[in-house]
């Protein structure tokens, strides 16, 4: 049974403790990996590429404390057996209070019995 609330909430945590090295835990980790960033253009393919894209936003092995702070809601989801899709509104508040939303689709799959990440697109909103 896919718990929508608990996955992607381990992607949440994920991403408010910067934590890099739980990447592999959540993500499939080769090259079938996709990942559509609201920060730049074009396709970010395999997991080599989508580590160093959360690099990038200052992830570290083991994470970091900061003021930021991200959220999903209006969660929605599909399930199709071998795969899940799941729809949401992001938000991102950065510690100088500005706030960032737009649209998020998470597609897991199972792998070993456990669902990964194989593809994120986010957009934005104006």
Avoid: C
Wanted: hydrophobic share 40%; charged share 25%.
């Amino acid at each position: 049974m896919f718990e929508v609330e608990r996955i992607v909430g381990e992607w949440v945590a994920m991403w408010n403790s910067y934590d890099l090295s739980q990447i592999d835990k959540l993500f499939l980790t080769d090259e079938n990996l996709t990942y559509f960033s609201s920060e730049r253009e074009g396709a970010i393919r395999g997991i080599e590429a989508v580590r160093e894209h959360h690099r990038g936003f200052g992830f570290v092995e083991g994470g970091k404390v900061s003021e930021n702070k991200l959220w999903v809601e209006d969660l929605d989801t599909a399930d199709f057996g071998s795969a899940v899709v799941v729809t949401g509104i992001w938000f991102f508040r950065r510690s100088t209070g500005q706030v960032q939303r737009g649209p998020v689709t998470f597609v897991y799959v199972k792998k070993g019995g456990e669902y990964r990440l194989a593809h994120l697109n986010f957009g934005n909103y104006r």
